[in-house]
């Protein structure tokens, strides 16, 4: 009793909403932090820094040998990011497509997957080493003491907080990220443009964003394409958030015989990957769908040289209203989301396009001056110990007396530093005298006792104080960079003006202002032509005069034959109460003797589950009143109007759990309906005792069914016609049951 009495104290009462509360919010923090936000200072995030950083650590570098995937990814994840091998894997790869990235970071070697969307080889086949440009702008200055180091997810060793990118990399290679709650869009940017808007924001703070635009004209997407909204980007990049309108570009390619083709050589950014194959199936259905003519053929001749799609054209095709089909209809033109979310002082936040180049500017000189108090202090370093050689080699005959009359190497040190002569034997007063004299320090001391006999050489002198005299050089200049503004702005120019001429490339995409295209849908002839389905549902679509020609036998090979126009729509009805239309042009026209397409293949219509009770066109359904009858013998009429909608299938009726439709037909010539039910039963009676109503109701019951009956049948009458049908293997004239009101149990007939 007194252990469960102690469990209970230590007990916490918590509010289960508010431990939730807090773990999700824990959560989401870790997921943008850690995650999925890049930096705004190095633009990377997370698993590309940890990444990068093993590749420094392990020497794989721009100009050594390339070391296997596995092992890059094996260590990333042994030491600085225990997520899974995938991630490391994923975005490795990432940063080696150059399709991807504005500049690649890694050097892959091996198969790294491709524009169109192919996924790379395992990590046990592929290769990867830095790019030039990485070791140079994002790792050079380490050791430099530049940014801090924390603790890995073990405290077992050291990574970088943040990498000294000396370029906004946020900017060059873009970023995207899906955190908690908020995303990240960035598009790639021109490297010289972006140099370029740097420097100016140097050279004035106070620039606006669109005196930054005057160098940085717009993304600049390693597909090429073009940005057709021109004067959007200033808004964009003044809020960071917006939609760009990128399109591929198309060329027209003149061929003999007056011939020509649409070669695409370049495609929108948002389109690589298994967009290209999607691109490729939409164009191959505008032309099945016959939304276009023109096209004959299509190729994709895309290769390592770049992407090549050549749609060969029709003689008198329209090229201009083709070209703004395929911008209309296809992904040829598309929508960039642009969200400038990025992690600025610790919080995500949404920047300007000024505010990444203010945060990168501060960034960078905060590593210089980092770089340069390590510089100073290594050469402050360096000028004791040189000044102690110097003034050691004017008294090196001193020094050795002291050397030879002394008992140890602490003994040594103390004269040298303090003066104490106790115990050293000197071959005079004068030189003990001037021995208590010397005041070395304790680096200069341990300097002169490990220098080497050969430093007295004349020249060794003669190289010191010349050592002496570039190291007094380098203080005076890394003291003013680091005492004077101007000083650091101009070595970080100079080092931003190396970067461009080293690394920099011309333009890859166009910024302009386009209009919106306009599209004209070419209008289709108008015609009349004849629908035929045979009793296995295959449809097809011939002319007036085949028909003629072949009356006889259409009639007697298909179960539904009519007329309708090329621009109507069919409409099956089935038993489960629904109806499906087509369009009468995605039905093969063809010759008489051609074989049809099945209405699966047309339509949302499946054979395997559902019956086919009425099919007819839609302006004949429009014009008439349909009737309905269920098994549970259930009856409506409903206007045909209502059967005039734009999808492709709807519920025709509504029916009870368990209840199937078991006729559909236009009922406006006809007076009478007569039901008949599996048990034998038959009912007579006046259409007009069934009201017309909505699709969407359950109607009115016609026959009084007993227990376990169900209906088989219906049929409409007119009542000046016979109408016989065959029951029990018999003829049995419909006309002559007796007529009787709905929702009576009906006859059995005597035969």
Sequence with gaps: MKEMETKQENVIPTDYAEVMQKSYIDYAMSVIISRALPDVRDGLKPVQRRTLYDMYELGIRYDRPYRKCARIVGDTMGKYHPHGDSSIYEALVVMAQDFKKGRTLVDGHGNFGSIEGDGAAAMRYTEARLEKLTQDVFLEDLDKNVVDFMPNFDETEKEPVVLPVRIPNL???????????????????NLGE???????????????VKGLMRYLKGPDFPTGGLVVNKDDLLRIYETGTGKLRVRGKVETVKLKGGRQQLVITEIPYTMIGANIGKFLNDIASLVENKKTTDIVDISNQASKEGIRIVLDLKRDADVENL????????????????????????????????????????FVFDITTRKYTTLLNKEQEKKEIQEGLIKACDVIDLIIEILRGSKSREQVKKCLVDGATEGIRFKSKSSEKAAQKLRFSEKQAAAILDMRLYKLIG?????????YAETMKNIARYEDILNNYDSMAEVIMKDLDQIK???????????????????EEKKMEEMEVIFLMDRFGYMRIIDKSAYERNKEAANAENKYVFNCMNTDKICIFTDN?????????DIPLVRFRDKGTPADNLSNYDS?????????????????????????????????????VAKRTIASTKLTEGDELIFVGASDEMEQIVLQSEGGYFLRFQKQDVSTVKKTSIGVRGMK?????????????????????THHDRPYTLNKIKLAKRDSKGTKPRI
């Design 171 to 189: 900017l060059v290679n873009g970023a995207d990220g899906i955190a908690v709650g908020m995303a990240t869009s960035i598009p790639p940017h």
């Design 194 to 208: 972006v140099v370029d808007a740097v420097k100016a924001y140097m050279k004035n703070n106070d620039i606006s």
């Design 323 to 362: 070209t703004n089909m395929l911008y209309k209809k296809t992904k040829l033109e598309d929508t960039f989301g642009v969200n400038m979310l990025a992690v600025a002082d610790g919080r995500p936040e949404t920047l300007s396009l000024k505010q990444v180049i203010e945060h990168h500017v501060d």
């Design 459 to 467: 020249l060794e002198i003669e190289a010191l104080q010349a050592d």
């Design 501 to 519: 001429k080293e690394y920099g490339t011309r333009r890859r995409t166009v910024i302009e202002n386009a209009e919106e295209v306009v599209y």
């Design 577 to 585: 109460g629904k109806m499906h239309s087509i369009k009468v042009a």
């Design 608 to 644: 395997a589950r559902e019956r086919m009770l009425y099919v007819a066109p839609l302006a004949a359904v429009k014009e008439s009143t349909l009737l309905f009858v269920t098994a549970s013998s259930m009856c409506k009429l409903v206007a045909g109007e209502e059967f005039d």
């Design 705 to 725: 069914l007993a227990e376990g009956d169900r209906l088989a049948h219906a049929y409409l009458l007119e009542s000046r016609q016979e109408y016989t049908i």
